[in-house]
């Protein structure tokens, strides 16, 4: 079979979760599959610049064709703009003027799907929210395959997406809670859907004795790995640590990884490493008496998988509906929605070593049953052929097409906002027979 | 430490957060949310609530204002606007021209409202009785909680004299366990009737002399500066663990020093 896989952003040395994801799965793919990578030639999420040459390029064995974006993101307009689609009643074409200026804005890209969409059999669009997922969809709906990676996310209230949930083959969920969401705004329940998240490269071995005697540590620590930012919660993270190191514990520290775009306390038992390999970040987890979460929205979140791949327990933000769904579907990890539970949760998991270990044990259960690269490749491999196999559908495309030039100009469109706060909240519960539900609505 | 019941095969993660919510539900004795908390936490206690900021006349204050100004009220019904103290006739005359006044505008919603607020009036007279009740009751509360509060701060300080007092004889009954080898037993007659020993009774003036100088040297030794203090410290490291009644960390260095010294902890005990 001949796939593609499109995203925003792609490289070895890119990063970011979705991109990451979108690498792994190629990779994966291309051991049974031809694979061809399409995406931009932007290194910045942010600006969406041409940093990578247009062209082909190979990473990783995987031939990859960059597109240049036509413009790069202007911060002020995509904001004023993002203020009217997601707290106003507005109109369809307002929203697409959005999604033009959230980027990355790459009409050669799109138009390249649209004419060469035959050479491949099935592609597939990684992270809903870009223009070029929404786009390249509507040049080649009948061959498109979506994985989402929605979080809880005011895009997701948004009108023009229902129908893209609506028009593909085939959905890859990241998880339970995130196929609830989608279904709830645009009711797409008829569309093949399969949640299957992602794995990680976790080494076999890990050596918590080298990280600590590197970094110094002698102590006990929780390890934080991520982008340092308020929008992950660490700014929460850092007044419940703080208050809990002065409270009830004189020996924890909390040691954070990753780039920081948030001050960091100074305080003794907060040591921020920085961007550190992913050998010392196995190695950090595994020392660690458990990884924190504390971001409010995630789509899934691989270093939790990492963790509990490692025999870690996590200690998880639980107003984060997947974080949540996670921890109570796994019994790997507890969760917290204020302070006094962080602080019990914390005690608990450091201080009870039965627990510690019995947790840690569930964890890498857990991940050893959903979460190999076996099971991984096994839930595509399902998924390509169901969808191949389905000729009624082949060639056909499902996607409404777009209202005409006046009916797009309507304020029909409510708020993100409104929309968003009638989609039910909480985790989601799976039965034995697989049907998943949501267990009750988060406090 | 957490005493969760935890085995391998059946960790429940729900319950587990079941049982620290328990946990937290009971150290707060309510269930409030965070919110609700974080708003208790802000609210500024009024004013009245701290006896030295509150007024000793309040009371009087407010019932003088309230004899001296009583609130003006009176009774307003729809035929009022027509009425006239001085012609009485003229209120037929405006009643009959009323027809005409509507012309003009509608007088009715005005006698309405304007009977509405004679009601409220009534009402805020009536309430206001009460507030002064209210008020004098939380005087009288305030002022019994003021009074309690100096009790029971004299009675912090007296506790914490005696607590001082305590620590002192504590301490007096260490230097007589670390008694350097050779020491003469203490006498602990000066701290207390029930601790003078069993042979202590025995024995004449002699005897009464002999305790008399010993005091006179334990004194020395414990006086700041003196060159006994140096012995008491030397004594050992645990020599602050020392419990009044002799039974003691630093009885391993009290043997090391010789029988001496454990003749007169064994003396103390």
Redesign the interface.
Known sequence: MKLAVVVQRYGAEINGGAELHARYIAELLAARHQVEVLTSCARDYVTWRNDLPAGDDTVNGITVRRFETSSERDPIDFGLRSRVVFHEPHSLAQELAWLRSEGPTSPALVRYIRRHANRYDLLLFFSFRYYHAYHGIRAAPARALLVPTAERELAVGLSLFAPIFRGVRGIMYNSHEEQAMIRAVSDNAHVPGVVVGVGSKVPERTSPQRFRRTHGLSGPFIVYVGRIDENKGCKELFDFFLRYASARSRSLSLVLIGNSILPIPEHPRIRHLGFVSDEEKFDAIAAAEALVMPSFYESLSMVALEAWALGRPVLANGRCDVLRGQCIRSNAGLYYDTYEEFAEALLALTTDPALNEGLGARGRAYYRAHYTWPVIERKYQDMLERVSSDEAAAGESRLEPLPGWLARRHRTSPAATEVLARVPTGAVQVDRDGRSHVDRPRP | ????S???DG????R??QQ??A??RE??GVDY??DEIRELASVKLDRFLDPKQLRSGLVEQFRKARESAPPETYDFEDTTIYESHRLPFLATIRRLLNPILKLFFNPNPIIHALHLQSRVNKRLVAKESLDYEVMSNLVLELTRLSVEVKNLRMRVESLSTRLDFDERRARALEGVVQLKPGALSPDLSTLGPERVPAGGSEGGEGDAASKAGRRRRRRRRRRPGSPGDEAVVGAGPHASQTSPGGDTDAQPDAEDDGPGTESSSGEDS
């Open positions: 430490m957490s005493d969760f935890v085995r391998s960790i429940d993660v729900e587990i957060m620290i919510r946990r937290i150290k707060r949310t965070e």
